[in-house]
């Protein structure tokens, strides 16, 4: 704890930064300084652990918020430009990252396309041979829990409750082979493809947690199955401690309708038996300071 004064930060606050024994999971509501807590423990690893920025990721969920983080985190280093070696980004842009240099690995072509959710729509229209939008926006968001919880078309058919499950359940597995046909990708495919990437191909699943040292994730009680998972397959492997700083709110998960669950939170524990569970739980919004 001697760094504590110098970061400025109660107690609990600089043991979560100071933390580097294993996988850590701060439990922190709103104004509790949390993010303060993930650009000060950057930045101590950097400054006071001798870490190459280059092996460093923080993931967030907006391009905003990644942004913000690395101004703040440049802010705090003896050299700001080191803040530019960071991977600060949101989950699906380390996953376009991934996918750009690994294509060949899931049978894609180096140039392959990124379609946007008008292309998608007008895709699930042809395929569902409808106009309807409602309609088309339900299949969709179908699709999207499918890839996101990591269910490939052959099991939704299976598990189908009804005949309109069955029916969009058949419609994802033209979807995906259709996409593949194209050499394109939609924005659930920027995270579930890395996945199925990592869990088939252990040389490529190697190398790059070779690159990654350690991973701070900001607001993690919003991550889907499919984003916990590729976490999982990053920070873990043969001979490989774990060394992540998840920081989560267990009372929000505001990307629920996008498969978020705060399950993800109890499961950090299952799955990480020595996690180490630091609570910030003074509100400096409430107080004046």
């Not at 606050?13 to 300084?33: F, I, M, N, R």
């Not at 598990?159 to 309109?164: G, I, L, M, P, V």
């Not at 799955?271 to 400096?284: A, G, M, S, T, W």
Request: contains cysteine.
């Amino acid at each position: 704890m001697s760094n504590a004064p110098k970061f400025g930060l109660n107690v609990p606050q600089s043991e979560a930064v100071v933390y580097l024994d294993g996988p850590c999971l701060v439990l922190a509501g709103a104004g509790s300084g949390k993010t303060r807590v993930i650009t000060q423990k950057i930045a101590h690893l950097i400054e006071d652990r001798g870490y190459d920025p280059r092996t460093i990721a923080a993931l967030t969920f907006t391009n905003k918020a990644a942004l913000e983080m690395q101004e703040r985190i440049a802010k705090l280093l003896k050299q700001p430009r080191q803040a530019k070696q960071l991977t600060v980004s949101t989950f699906h842009s380390l996953g376009v990252k991934i996918l750009r240099q690994e294509a060949a690995g899931v049978g894609l072509k180096d140039r392959f396309s990124i379609m946007d959710s008008d292309d998608c729509f007008a895709l699930v229209s042809d395929l569902a041979i409808t106009t309807d939008k409602q309609l088309v926006r339900q299949i969709q968001n179908s699709i999207s829990l499918w890839k996101n919880g990591l269910v490939d078309p052959e099991v939704a058919i299976k598990q189908a409750k009804d005949e309109d499950e069955a029916q969009a359940a058949r419609i994802y597995r033209s979807y995906v082979a259709t996409l593949a046909a194209y050499q394109a990708v939609d924005f659930d495919d920027l995270i579930r493809l890395p996945v199925e990437l990592f869990r088939n191909n252990d040389p490529i699943r190697d190398k790059w947690q070779r690159r990654l040292r350690y991973l701070l994730m900001d607001e993690y009680q919003d991550t889907n199955t499919c984003q916990y998972e590729l976490v999982k397959l990053m920070v873990t492997g043969i001979g490989k401690k774990p060394m992540f700083t998840a920081v989560g709110d267990d009372d929000q998960a505001i990307y629920a309708w996008r498969g978020a669950s705060v399950e993800n939170l109890k499961t950090l524990g299952e799955d990480f038996p020595d996690l180490k569970v630091i609570k910030l739980e003074q509100n400096y919004r409430s107080t004046t300071r």
